[in-house]
Nanobody
Framework: QVQLVESGGGLVQSGGSLGLSCAAS????????MAWYRQAPGKERELVAT???????DYADFVKGRFTISRDNAKSTVYLQMNSLKPEDTAVYYC???????????????WGQGTQVTVSS
């Protein structure tokens, strides 16, 4: 059974920084893309940043220059460093991984349980 466990959320003042991490565990053959999404109250879940297995990254316009996604393949962990946080960054942040549990077959998408990030003004 595969699990994605996030940590690092919390309360921070506007302009502050927070770091999130998400570790994948279980019977995993390989991990492809990993990503962070977020969902604010009353809004749909939206993509924040992605990173490929080779380390290529992409960001939503609203976090470019402020957030940095990275990963440690040896630890099956993805990180999100969030700087210059704004109140509008307040949301539940979810990690996402596309991975294979066997050498054959198609990859599947897994989600973490979410971690709350609250930015006060």
């Amino acid at each position: 059974q595969v699990q994605l466990v996030e940590s690092g959320g919390g309360l921070v003042q506007s302009g502050g920084s927070l770091g999130l991490s998400c570790a994948a565990s279980g019977s995993i053959f390989s991990i492809n893309d990993m990503a962070w999404y977020r969902q604010a109250p009353g809004k749909e879940r939206e993509l924040v940043a992605t990173i490929t297995s080779r380390g290529n990254t992409d960001y939503a316009d609203f976090v470019k220059g402020r957030f940095t996604i990275s990963r440690d393949n040896a630890k099956s962990t993805v990180y999100l460093q969030m700087n210059s946080l704004k109140p509008e960054d307040t949301a539940v942040y979810y990690c996402n991984a596309v991975l294979q549990i066997r050498w054959y077959g198609l990859p599947s998408t897994y989600w973490g349980q979410g971690t709350q990030v609250t930015v006060s003004s």
